[in-house]
């Protein structure tokens, strides 16, 4: 009877092995969530597993999320996320931020702008200052043998010149005021054998200045050229001045004077202008700007040169002052080349360069000397006729002469442009 007790609690036992080790065994837990975790059942309720993981960890599950449970191994365990920690985070690449895009186009039908350019460079100026005095004196002296009086070609030296102007354009009109102020040091040597021989030598500066107002109308335009119709007026100031002459007078037996004096010669013209502007763009930065004006104009020249002449013994000195009035009409051109490039869209740089000829046309022509010694030279105060028909005569020969002057400047400056209301 005993041993029904012992015989049946040992049945149990061996009843109870097999779910017991459903315990023990490690299990694959695959939850809700998609995680997969290898672990041991320690203990069940109604509601929550208690699992031992294969790293050793214990952990409470909910049943709600477990999906299912195997007693295989999975193919391949996911791997654990490690923490990243805040020094291991790498830190993203700056963004750069996108450069803004620079519109260098100008729509010329709208345009209200102001344009302001200066520029520096070299300049040369060549008037016909001594030229033409000797020359008519040259002419009228071949009627009674004298011999002649001959200029070697003048030396111009240039020197700094400076090139500025103002333009306001309202959509197809424009109009505003250019300038320059050039000069050079010039050289002159003569040589007469009137009686002996003379010989003059001078290096002294002569200076140009110019001012134009202008008004042009944008009567063609597209993507890469304008052209513009101009007219304007303009004025021309010239100077040449030798505060140190010298000449000397020789004769067969040697030397008979020796002058120094000063000499100071202004001229002025003015007059209209008419001519083409043309813009010829390469691409949105370069661009060629060309001009061609034709200059109709009309103004005089004054001169003077006062001298003190003594013979070689020093006995006598005597003051002359030789005086010259001129009128006279000139036809000319200017033409000016610059290469632009455009910075930014109201500020550009330039490089060229402008070139002036007029000739002349006479009109009236005085030239006086005068003695503090014989009081006017050459003329017979008892017959004033003859002075003024000699006058008459110089001013004849005058207009048969082909006088002309130029001008030239190589130019480097700046523009800046002022926008007003500008619709882009």
């Known amino acids: 009877m005993r041993s029904y007790p012992i015989r049946f609690l040992l049945s149990f036992v061996c009843l109870l092995l097999p779910f017991s080790s459903l315990f023990a065994e490690m299990k694959t837990i695959y939850l809700r969530n998609g995680q997969v975790i290898r672990a041991e059942i320690l203990q069940q309720t109604a509601t929550s597993v208690l699992i031992k993981t294969s790293e050793g960890k214990t952990i409470q599950l909910n049943k709600s999320d477990i999906n299912t449970v195997s007693f295989n191994e999975p193919a391949k365990l996911p791997e654990e996320k490690k923490p990243v920690q805040a020094e291991q985070i790498p830190t993203p690449p700056p963004v750069e931020a996108p450069k803004p895009i620079v519109n260098f186009h100008i729509d010329q039908l709208k345009r209200n702008d102001l344009e302001i350019y200066f520029g520096l460079g070299a300049g040369r100026y060549s008037p016909i200052t001594q030229g033409l005095p000797v020359q008519i004196q040259n002419k009228v002296g071949l009627a009674s043998g004298t011999l002649p009086t001959v200029i070697d070609k003048p030396t111009h030296s240039p020197e700094l010149s400076e090139t500025y102007g103002a333009i306001y354009t309202w959509k197809r009109w424009s109009g505003g005021i250019t300038g320059s102020h ?46 513009r119709p101009t007219i304007g007026y303009q004025y021309f100031w010239g100077q040449s001045q030798d505060s140190n002459l010298s000449t000397s007078y020789y004769t067969i037996s040697g ?57 070689a013994n020093l006995s006598q000195v ?107």
Do not use: C
Request: hydrophobic share 35%.
């Open 182 to 227: 050039l000069g050079n040091r010039s050289t002159y040597n003569s040589h007469s054998y009137a009686s002996g021989m003379i010989y003059s030598n001078g290096s002294f500066p002569e200076k140009q200045s110019s001012l134009k107002n202008e008004l042009s109308f944008l009567a063609f335009t597209n993507e890469r050229f304008d052209l």
């Open 318 to 424: 005597a003051f002359i002052r030789q005086g010259q009035n001129i009128s006279w009409d000139a036809q000319g051109f200017h033409l000016l080349y610059r290469l632009v490039y455009r910075i930014t869209p109201t500020i550009s740089v330039y490089a060229g360069f402008q070139f002036y000829e007029w000739k002349y046309s006479l009109n009236s022509y005085f030239q006086s000397t005068f003695s503090s010694k014989d009081g006017l030279i050459g003329v017979d105060l008892s017959n004033p006729g003859a002075y003024l028909l000699q006058q008459k005569l110089m001013e004849a020969v005058g207009k048969t002469i082909n006088s002309e002057s130029r001008s030239a400047i190589l130019e480097f400056g700046m523009m800046k442009r002022f926008e007003f209301n500008y619709e882009k």
């Open 255 to 311: 030397l008979y004077l020796y002058s120094q004096g000063v000499m100071n010669f202004n001229e002025t013209l003015r007059g209209y202008t008419i001519g083409l502007k043309a813009t010829i763009r390469l691409g949105e930065r370069w661009e060629n700007r060309l001009e061609y004006h034709n200059m109709t104009l009309s103004g005089n020249q004054n001169g003077s040169i006062l001298s003190s002449l003594a013979p």
